[in-house]
C-alpha cells in the first residue's frame, strides 16, 4: 500500500494521473485497519512480549517499535486530513498532502527497517519452536484480516487492486 501511495502520487506529480480520492481513502483505510489495527497490537501481545522474556538486549528496541504503535492513529489522521484537504482545495493543495504522505511512508519505512534488521534476527535467535506456536496462532486466529468480518478486508483489498491503474493495481 505505502508503494502504491507513492506511485499513484507520483503519477499525479509528473502529470501522468488524476487524482482518485476514492483510491487513495481506500488505500488508507486498508492501512488503518490491517497494520495499524490488526498486525501491531499482535506484534505488542505476541511477538514482543516473547521476546521481551527472552533477550534483554532488545528491550529499548521494543519499547520504541511500541512507542511507534501508539502513534498509528495520529499519523493516519494526519495523512487522511491532507487528503482531505487536497480533496477540497485542489491542486494547490497537492504538495502538502505529498509532504505528508513522504513523512507516513519514510516514518513506516524506518520502523519496518528496524523490525527486520534488529528484532526479527533476535527473535530467530531466542524465542522457542513452543513460542513461535503461539505466536504464529495468535496471527493466523480468528481476527484475520483476509477473514474479518466477512472477508471486509480482503474485499478493500481487492476493490483496491481493480481500482488501481497499472503497475499498482489492474485498473486502467
Same mark, same amino acid.
Given at each position: 500500500?505505502?508503494?502504491?501511495?507513492?506511485?499513484?502520487?507520483?503519477?499525479?506529480?509528473?502529470?501522468?494521473?488524476?487524482?482518485?480520492?476514492?483510491?487513495?481513502?481506500?488505500?488508507?483505510?486498508?492501512?488503518?485497519?490491517?497494520?495499524?489495527?490488526?498486525?501491531?497490537?499482535?506484534?505488542?501481545?505476541?511477538?514482543?512480549?516473547?521476546?521481551?522474556?527472552?533477550?534483554?538486549?532488545?528491550?529499548?528496541? &521494543?519499547?520504541?517499535?511500541?512507542?511507534?504503535?501508539?502513534?498509528?492513529?495520529?499519523?493516519? #489522521?494526519?495523512?487522511? !486530513? %491532507? /487528503?482531505? *484537504?487536497?480533496?477540497?482545495?485542489?491542486?494547490?493543495?497537492?504538495?502538502?498532502?505529498?509532504?505528508?504522505?513522504?513523512?507516513?511512508?519514510?516514518?513506516?519505512?524506518?520502523?519496518?527497517?528496524?523490525?527486520?534488521?534488529?528484532?526479527?534476527?533476535?527473535?530467530?535467535?531466542?524465542?522457542?519452536?513452543?513460542?513461535?506456536?503461539? &505466536?504464529?496462532?495468535?496471527?493466523?486466529?480468528?481476527?484475520?484480516?483476509?477473514?474479518?468480518? #466477512?472477508?471486509?478486508? !480482503? %474485499? /478493500?483489498? *481487492?476493490?483496491?487492486?481493480?481500482?488501481?491503474?497499472?503497475?499498482?493495481?489492474?485498473?486502467?
Amino acid at each position: 500500500m505505502l508503494s502504491g501511495l507513492r506511485a499513484l502520487a507520483s503519477g499525479i506529480e509528473a502529470g501522468r494521473l488524476t487524482p482518485d480520492f476514492e483510491l487513495m481513502t481506500s488505500m488508507i483505510d486498508y492501512i488503518e485497519n490491517v497494520p495499524e489495527k490488526v498486525h501491531h497490537p499482535k506484534e505488542n501481545a505476541y511477538l514482543f512480549a516473547r521476546l521481551r522474556q527472552r533477550c534483554d538486549e532488545v528491550l529499548p528496541v &521494543i519499547e520504541q517499535l511500541e512507542q511507534e504503535h501508539t502513534q498509528g492513529d495520529a499519523r493516519i #489522521a494526519a495523512l487522511r !486530513a %491532507a /487528503l482531505e *484537504t487536497y480533496r477540497r482545495e485542489g491542486e494547490s493543495a497537492f504538495a502538502a498532502y505529498q509532504a505528508a504522505l513522504k513523512a507516513y511512508i519514510e516514518f513506516e519505512w524506518q520502523h519496518m527497517s528496524t523490525e527486520e534488521h534488529l528484532v526479527f534476527p533476535l527473535a530467530r535467535k531466542h524465542l522457542t519452536a513452543e513460542d513461535w506456536a503461539e &505466536i504464529d496462532a495468535a496471527f493466523l486466529a480468528n481476527d484475520n484480516p483476509w477473514q474479518g468480518a #466477512a472477508g471486509e478486508y !480482503a %474485499a /478493500l483489498f *481487492t476493490r483496491i487492486v481493480n481500482m488501481a491503474p497499472a503497475p499498482v493495481g489492474l485498473g486502467s
